[in-house]
């Protein structure tokens, strides 16, 4: 059975850094591409991040480029989302995915067939 748990949302200052972690169990991690999503209330899902299933190609919006890093560490099936400089606007529920694919599709929902259930990360001073 696939699942994928987030962990490590919460409360931080603007400015401030979170780490997610996505646990994976149930497939062979490195077999796939792993994208991160958020959803702030009111608005649609965003996608964030991408990484590929070597770790050799990942991919950011925008909005996060520059801020946010995405890795992962197949041999213990988790991948993270280093999150620094944090601002208001990056307030959401974050999910990891994971694609039927090796590669990513840019920060599309593009073959993400299984999804976490979401951490709520809040950055409010």
């Known amino acids: 059975q696939v699942q994928l748990v987030e962990s490590g949302g919460g409360l931080v200052q603007p400015g401030g850094s979170l780490r997610l972690s996505c646990a994976a169990s149930?497939?062979?991690?490195?077999?796939?591409?792993i994208g991160w999503f958020r959803q702030a209330p009111g608005k649609d899902r965003e996608g964030v991040s991408c990484?590929?299933?070597?770790?050799?190609?990942?991919t950011y919006a925008d909005s996060v480029k520059g801020r946010f890093t995405i890795s992962r560490d197949n041999a213990k099936n988790t991948v993270f989302l280093q999150m620094n400089s944090l601002k208001p606007g990056d307030t959401a529920v974050y999910y990891c995915?994971?694609?039927?694919?090796?590669?990513?599709?840019?920060?599309?929902?593009?073959?993400?067939?299984?999804w976490g259930k979401g951490a709520l990360v809040t950055v409010s001073s």
């Open positions: 990484i590929n299933n070597s770790g050799g190609s990942t």
């Open positions: 995915a994971r694609s039927d694919y090796f590669s990513c599709a840019g920060t599309t929902t593009y073959g993400m067939k299984y």
């Open positions: 149930g497939f062979s991690l490195g077999n796939y591409a």
